[in-house]
């Protein structure tokens, strides 16, 4: 059974940090496309970063230095370091593990809120 538990997210002021951590289990977790997506309110997912098997990352232009994809594939984890967050980060965030085109799954999410 394939399971990835997301945490971290919270209430945070404006300008403030968090650490996302999304734990995967039931997957050969190395081999996997790792991904952070987020929806807000009355808005479609989007993808927000995504690093490779082979370490390789990129971002959404709404976040490009200020967030920061890693992993840790002895620890089947994907992180996600948001920094300077904005009002407009304020949405669900969700890990993506995928590999080819049909191996794709979700997590359940994690609320991050952004405000004073």
């Known amino acids: 059974q394939v399971q990835l538990v997301e945490s971290g997210g919270g209430l945070v002021q404006p300008g403030g940090s968090l650490r996302l951590s999304c734990a995967a289990s039931g997957i050969l977790f190395s081999i996997y496309t790792m991904g952070w997506y987020r929806q807000a309110p009355g808005k479609p997912r989007e993808l927000v970063a995504f690093i490779t098997s082979g370490g390789s990352t990129a971002y959404a232009d709404s976040v490009k230095g200020r967030f920061a994809i890693s992993r840790d594939n002895t620890k089947r984890t994907v992180y996600l370091q948001l920094n300077s967050l904005k009002p407009e980060d304020t949405a669900v965030y969700y890990c993506?593990?995928?590999?080819?085109?049909?191996?794709?799954?979700w997590g359940q999410g994690t609320q991050v809120t952004v405000s004073s």
């Open positions: 993506n593990a995928k590999n080819g085109n049909t191996l794709d799954y």
